[in-house]
């Protein structure tokens, strides 16, 4: 008897998959980061998909998409393949000017703490803040601010950042950090062009700090495979909410004004 043919796999996985052979137009210096990133960030990717598919439907082509923080690209350019209308920003888009100009994507150079996003207030449906809060150094409530003023009055904003687990306050409970080293995280600046992770939040630390910058937080949720994976780990999946275990945090959130006008 003949094995069932395998399923193909999704548009969106292909493609990512499909991205792997543009490592030549990145710089020789991040080559191996940009790949090793699309390999680990795959699942992450294909979730945003998920989320942006479920609350937007087949309205995609119509929506005005901000990315918030495009470098490595393999977001913003599966977006693109998909068919959203993608404006990016990055500290330094110049480091992948190449895959921009093959994609024809615009990605603008801004530092989203001390500079204004170059973009009229309400200019966009949606904004996508992924994997970014836990990278600033400076002033994430003016970048928040910035994302708020430029979201139209019924516009959205998914922000992702990692999740604290309860593996995290273990380490911590037995002396170990879990915030990064931090002299690795601050070479990033010297060799990659950003900076690594600042520091990690916890959901009620990020809902407050949307509140500050005029947003209402819709929904919440985690995603990602459990962190708790060897044995010695394995009892944490015995917990209620088992759901915090996972490594990714996502909020939706809206302009206050509109959540009013919504209740």
């Known amino acids: 008897m003949s094995l069932p043919a395998p399923r193909p796999a999704?548009?969106?996985?292909?493609?990512?998959?499909?991205?792997?052979?543009?490592?030549?137009l990145v710089p020789p210096a991040l080559s191996g980061w940009w790949l090793n990133y699309l390999h680990q960030q795959r699942s992450r990717?294909?979730?945003?998909?998920?989320?942006?598919?479920?609350?937007?439907?087949?309205?995609?082509?119509?929506?005005?998409?901000?990315?918030v923080g495009s470098v490595p690209?393999?977001?913003?350019?599966?977006?693109?393949?998909?068919?959203?209308?993608v404006q990016g920003v990055d500290l330094a888009p110049e480091r992948l000017a190449a895959l921009?100009?093959?994609y024809d994507l615009p990605v603008a150079k801004v530092d989203v703490e001390s500079q204004p996003l170059p973009f009229a207030a309400g200019a966009f449906d949606l904004l996508?803040?992924?994997?970014?809060?836990?990278?600033?150094?400076?002033?994430?409530?003016?970048?928040?601010?910035?994302?708020?003023?430029?979201?139209?009055?019924?516009?959205?904003?998914?922000?992702?950042?990692p999740n604290i687990t309860p593996l995290h306050?273990?380490?911590?409970?037995?002396?170990?950090?879990?915030?990064?080293?931090?002299?690795?995280e601050f070479q990033k600046l010297e060799w990659l062009g950003h900076m690594g992770h600042i520091r990690l939040y916890e959901r009620?630390?990020?809902?407050?700090?949307?509140?500050?910058?005029?947003?209402?937080?819709?929904?919440?949720?985690?995603?990602?495979a459990y962190v708790a994976r060897s044995w010695r780990t394995w009892p944490l999946l015995l917990l209620p909410r088992r759901d915090r275990l996972r490594p990714f945090l996502y909020l939706w959130a809206v302009p206050q004004e509109a959540r009013r006008a919504l209740s």
């Open 45 to 67: 990717y294909l979730d945003v998909v998920a989320l942006l598919r479920a609350e937007l439907g087949e309205s995609r082509g119509e929506t005005a998409v901000l990315e």
């Open 169 to 184: 306050r273990l380490k911590f409970l037995l002396g170990r950090s879990y915030q990064g080293d931090p002299v690795t």
């Open 100 to 102: 921009w100009q093959k």
């Open 204 to 224: 009620r630390e990020v809902v407050a700090m949307l509140r500050a910058a005029g947003l209402t937080v819709t929904a919440a949720q985690t995603r990602g």
């Open 73 to 85: 690209g393999h977001l913003t350019i599966l977006l693109r393949q998909l068919g959203y209308a």
């Open 10 to 24: 999704p548009p969106a996985a292909r493609l990512l998959d499909a991205l792997a052979a543009d490592a030549p």
């Open 128 to 161: 996508l803040c992924n994997e970014v809060l836990e990278h600033l150094r400076v002033n994430p409530l003016y970048a928040l601010r910035e994302m708020r003023r430029v979201l139209r009055p019924g516009g959205r904003l998914l922000l992702s950042t």
